[in-house]
């Protein structure tokens, strides 16, 4: 068995959190939290707009495009819309959980 691997990386990952003051660490993850947050937004954002603009190419009859490129596009689009709105929910869903907790 290797227990004392174990115990090594839980003494190092135990020394790794008393050396985080606990402000700056709940300030970071606040603020890594809505970059990324933001940052998603921003990617789904992207791909609805080239899906839009592919579309848009292709109903002009640009030969470049083809149907099947607008298709993975869309759908693309339509996987990170989804997934953000499931991400949305889910969030909401565990701020009324926090909210119905007693104190």
Do not use: C, W
């Amino acid at each position: 068995m290797k227990i004392n691997g174990m115990q090594h990386e839980m003494q190092a990952m135990a020394m790794e959190a008393q050396n985080t003051t606990r402000a700056a660490t709940g300030q970071q993850v606040q603020q890594d939290f809505g970059e990324l947050l933001s940052s998603a937004i921003n990617t789904v954002n992207g791909l609805q707009k080239s899906s839009g603009e592919l579309q848009t190419r292709f109903d002009q009859g640009d030969r470049s495009v083809s149907l099947s490129d607008v298709m993975i596009a869309r759908n693309k689009s339509s996987v990170a819309f989804e997934a953000t709105i499931q991400t949305r929910n889910k969030l909401v869903e565990a701020y009324k959980e926090l909210m119905n907790m007693p104190v």
